[in-house]
């Protein structure tokens, strides 16, 4: 025992053939230092029939002899879990005066109350028949059967040898209709040792796994009990039995259905109905494992004994339905409770996590498009609860999170938070509260990283963890109601088993999300967006050109507020309220009050702002709440690497592009189209008055109106105060009487 489990058993849950010779090794020194025997070592590599020598495990057995560090059981435990073996959870409980004893998950037969059913061998049978119905219930006519009647002696044993594998079940039956004696179908055999049958059909032209057609059926064999007992147990289990034939020996041979589609399918099926029968007291020898298995023939003689047809068609009728049978006895779901017996003490509700958002052991999806940097947000989010902080204008609880990195490399994944930290303004008090694992290139299907990332943050404490992003694990299509919902049953069990939340990111569908409630917008099935607690989702706002004007003269004032603030005293007593808001006023009255340098330097930090601004973007966070009641939209602005609240609130009457009326996406795209014609002429009128100038000649009206295919008269009034004047060229150019008398147009000289 190791670990509170049995290696003996745990052992059948690694097959040798896909092991490497070290980890081979491995296994049996584990063996050996755990106090196990060679013979278990040397019974469980025989199943690797290609590599298994005779005698090499007690050769290496015996040159283990222990070590400083010696491999221990925990490293067969490990293999089996990597090779996707569950361990049961045991917790353990103290068993109050009128509590009751569990039966462990699995347990069907009471051993205590097992009733032995006695099997008789029939005094009066047709061997002939007998073989008939076996075939005629396993196979179809078309199908090969293999069987083997020729044996040979190996350390005392009757062994078979390979057989014919290239009859027909129906020819096989047509020819024993016709027969008098079954050694005229299947020939001659030694009654010393029997005959076998192989018991799923093959392709006529080997015996091998390869040549297996159908994996339908597989043998379940146990001699360690009495023979009763064993056909109480099988019955008791009510197994879906397609024939159950007695041996001529000390045990049954049950052939019973898994109905698998292909071979991984069917060594999954395997391993589960062999982990039932195990727990029931049906230690099955693993070499029945193999889909090309021998099993005993019905109608032999066997050392006197007779090798008979016990029954056919018992248990449930297919692998389906007992399965779930299997599972609804036993189902780990709490029993109904009474709502009179918790109303006067009702249990406690999990604290805030997020406050007004989600609680501790509860699942949130962050949602939104490309660019909106959900990353970012999740990142802010794990600075926020590490540090007890705010997030998106929502307090957090101070506790441990794990952030699970899937898509960024290990260097751009921990400069992020760094950088994040620095935006923020935030000293990095508890660092000690973030723990990062880093999965690019390693991440695995959600159903296998569950268990894995309950196994590390199993004892840290988390009271959160965030997986980013999940496109990265999803199992089966997202597309899949069914699919999904198991998936999202993964985060079910993180939060359950870690007691912590779970908080995760996923990308919008394609196309429009005009018209989509919040919930719609999340790619895949719907079970994405009403799976978790709480859904926030990002949608981005379409700024206007008044708007984004507004903003980067706010960010000049801001910049020469603050530049001034760090280099003079009592400054703001020279200016109004007005001047303090007016970005011209702000930098006429800064070319005024600083040296040439210093407004040299002002004006890079203007720029820098300008820039700022013009890569900034706008995003509304809506949300759809479990546990809490619905919030007000959440407007906010993403200034690379983190995104601030709109407190002063010029994002509140913007909507999103989607779902603006077609009115008024039309009069914007005409304003849009305007203002791109009067760019587009301002910078002809450029080029055109540009050439001439070089030219070193004044630039007539005449002659620049017809580079414009205008006229002088439609030029000049551009230049002049009437409605026609076009302000972006007066600002720079002005219109003159030449020495001729001809209009001319110069630059402005400043």
């Not at 199943?47 to 090499?56: C, I, P, S």
């Not at 006529?204 to 159908?214: I, L």
């Not at 597309?479 to 996923?506: I, P, R, W």
């Amino acid at each position: 025992m190791i670990e509170g489990y049995d290696l003996s058993e745990v052992l059948q849950y690694i097959d040798p053939a896909v092991l490497g010779y070290q980890d081979w090794v491995n296994v049996g020194m584990a063996l050996k230092e755990e106090g196990h025997t060679a013979a278990e070592w040397e019974a469980w590599s025989r199943q690797d029939t290609k590599r298994y020598h005779k005698g090499e495990c007690i050769r290496k057995w015996n040159s283990f002899n222990g070590a400083a560090d010696p491999v221990t059981g925990g490293t067969i435990v490990q293999m089996a879990k990597d090779h996707g073996w569950l361990p049961e959870r045991d917790t353990g409980y103290e068993l109050e005066w009128d509590g009751i004893i569990k039966k462990d998950a699995g347990m069907i037969v009471d051993k205590n109350w097992l009733e032995s059913r006695e099997i008789t061998a029939p005094d009066a049978w047709d061997p002939r028949e007998q073989l008939i119905t076996y075939l005629e219930t396993l196979f179809d006519s078309t199908e090969c059967v293999g069987y083997v009647t020729r044996s040979f002696e190996k350390d005392g044993k009757h062994m078979p040898t390979k057989g014919l594998f290239d009859r027909t079940a129906g020819k096989l039956i047509q020819e024993l209709h016709r027969a008098k004696d079954i050694r005229d179908v299947i020939g001659d055999y030694d009654q010393r040792a029997g005959a076998w049958i192989r018991i799923n059909p093959l392709d006529g032209k080997d015996v091998k796994t390869e040549n297996v057609t159908e994996f339908r059926y597989v043998l379940v064999e146990s001699d360690m009990m009495e023979i009763e007992e064993q056909n109480a147990v099988i019955r008791e289990l009510e197994l879906p039995v397609a024939c159950l034939v007695h041996s001529g020996g000390k045990s049954l041979h049950a052939v019973v259905r898994v109905d698998a589609a292909d071979y991984k399918e069917y060594k999954n099926r395997v391993d589960y109905l062999y982990h039932i029968c195990g727990k029931n007291g049906l230690k099955i020898d693993t070499q029945n494992r193999n889909p090309s298995r021998l099993s005993r023939m019905p109608g032999i003689v066997r050392n006197g004994n007779k090798q008979f047809l016990v029954d056919t068609n018992i248990g449930k009728a297919s692998w389906k339905e007992w399965q779930e049978w299997i599972e609804s006895i036993n189902d780990d779901l709490p029993d109904p409770e009474s709502l009179v017996d918790v109303w006067e003490n009702l249990p406690e509700l999990s604290p805030p996590l997020i406050e007004n958002i989600l609680r501790q052991g509860h699942k949130m999806l962050v949602a939104g498009p490309s660019k909106a940097g959900k990353s970012y947000a999740l990142i802010e989010l794990c600075c926020a609860i590490a540090e007890g902080r705010s997030w998106l204008g929502w307090q957090c609880t101070k506790g441990k999170i794990m952030y699970v990195n899937l898509e960024l490399d290990r260097a751009s994944c921990l400069r992020r938070f760094k950088d994040v930290y620095t935006a923020l303004g935030w000293m990095p008090d508890t660092l000690g509260n973030i723990d990062i694992w880093n999965l690019r290139g390693k991440s695995i299907p959600m159903d296998k990283l569950a268990p894995k990332l309950i196994r590390r943050a199993a004892r840290k404490n988390y009271i959160a963890v965030v997986i980013d992003p999940i496109y990265k694990v999803i199992t089966g299509d997202e597309n899949s109601a069914d699919q999904m919902a198991n998936f999202c049953n993964q985060f079910d069990k993180v939060c359950t088993e870690l007691g912590c939340a779970v908080v995760y990111c996923h990308h919008h569908s394609k196309g429009s999300q005009g018209g989509k409630r919040s919930m719609d917008r999340a790619s895949g099935s719907g079970v994405f967006a009403r799976d978790p607690d709480a859904l926030l989702d990002l949608i981005e706002l379409d700024l206007t050109e008044d708007l984004l004007k507004q903003q980067e003269d706010r960010a000049v004032c801001d910049a020469c507020i603050d530049f001034l603030n760090r280099h003079f005293e009592d400054w703001e007593d020279d200016v109004s309220q007005d001047t303090l808001c007016s970005r011209a006023q702000m930098e006429a009255y800064c070319k005024k009050k600083l040296t040439g340098g210093q407004y040299n330097t002002l004006e890079a930090l203007m720029r820098a702002a300008k820039k700022k601004v013009q890569e900034q973007t706008a995003w509304r966070i809506e949300g759809t709440l479990r546990e809490f009641p619905k919030f007000a939209p959440v407007n906010l602005w993403f200034e690379h690497p983190v995104h601030r609240v709109d407190d002063v609130g010029v994002l509140r009457d913007i909507q999103p592009d989607a779902e603006r009326p077609a009115w008024q996406k039309a009069v914007e795209n005409r304003r849009k189209q305007a203002e791109n014609n009067r760019i587009r002429k301002r910078n002809i009128f450029e080029i055109e008055f540009s050439n001439i100038e070089m030219e070193g000649r004044e630039v007539s009206a005449q002659e620049l109106s017809e580079k414009l295919d205008s006229n002088p008269r439609e030029l000049l009034s551009w230049l002049g105060d009437s409605k026609r004047q076009k302000k972006e060229l007066k600002k720079d150019f002005e219109k003159y009487t030449g020495e001729d008398g001809k209009s001319y147009i110069r630059r402005k000289r400043e």
